[in-house]
């Protein structure tokens, strides 16, 4: 069953900013975390920050700290990730994804099915 | 920071074994977790802690590790194994890294 349904696509222009919804299934999702990855084209996948549904503790990569915000609203069970001053270079597939703990390190299940994010003027 | 990495592609016959490789500095001893993406569709894991599999995931697909290198075995590949896989680390310098992917082509 899916577990991570995420928002549509969205068109914006050069410096302005995108939020991303990410609604888990109250039923079946049962991470503790939800992470934020994107896929540029012809790039690999880049991690950006995860939020712990629990307590709200965040934590960003260094490569987007400056411009990404994370919330988590627990009455809707959805999640959000808000990028601001998009250029050209986050026009990207964005995707949501429950962290499991692993051995040592987390490990990313399910995946929401991604929202393409296209920055055009 | 960390790097990663992958063989752009591989080629294999129906019915034999593919394997992956990911390549990184002490990747020994860290926890190596892989994910399997068809074109238009989300990642979905397939390995996790190099060797353990997801419910629902066959047992056709396996994973190791040496010193360097991190490797997904898939066994018996079928053309539904078709596919982008990725390596996944946590790293302290760099948190959660990617490798740059493998396209697995079914001859």
């Known amino acids: 069953q899916v577990q991570l349904v995420q928002s549509g696509a969205e068109v914006k222009k050069p410096g302005a900013s995108v939020k991303v919804s990410c609604k888990a299934s109250?039923?079946?999702?049962?991470?503790?975390?939800v992470q934020w990855v994107r896929q540029a084209p012809g790039q690999r996948l880049e991690w950006m920050a995860w939020?712990?549904?629990?307590?709200?503790?965040?934590k960003y990569s260094q490569n987007f700290q400056d411009r990404v915000t994370i919330t988590w609203d627990t009455s809707a069970s959805t999640a959000y990730m808000e990028l601001s001053s998009l250029t050209y270079e986050d026009t990207a597939v964005y995707y949501c994804?429950?962290?499991?703990?692993?051995?040592?390190?987390?490990?990313?299940?399910?995946w929401g099915q991604g929202t393409r994010v296209t920055v055009s003027s | 920071s960390y790097v990663l990495t992958q063989p752009s592609s591989v080629s294999v016959a129906p019915g034999q074994t593919a394997r992956i490789t990911c390549g990184g500095n002490?990747?020994?001893?860290?926890?190596v977790h892989w994910y399997q993406q068809k074109p238009g569709q989300a990642p979905v894991a397939v390995v996790y802690?190099?060797?353990d599999r997801p419910s629902g995931i066959p047992e056709r697909f396996s994973g190791s590790k040496s010193r360097n290198t991190a490797t997904l075995t898939i066994s018996r590949v079928e053309a539904g194994d078709e596919a982008d896989y990725f390596c996944?680390?946590?790293?302290?310098?760099?948190?959660?890294?990617f490798g740059g992917g493998t396209r697995l082509t079914v001859l």
């Open positions: 002490y990747i020994g001893s860290k926890s």
């Open positions: 994804a429950g962290g499991r703990d692993g051995y040592t390190s987390i490990w990313f299940d399910p």
């Open positions: 939020i712990n549904i629990g307590n709200g503790k965040t």
């Open positions: 109250r039923y079946t999702f049962t991470s503790y975390s």
């Open positions: 802690d190099d060797s």
């Open positions: 996944q680390v946590w790293d302290s310098s760099s948190d959660h890294l």
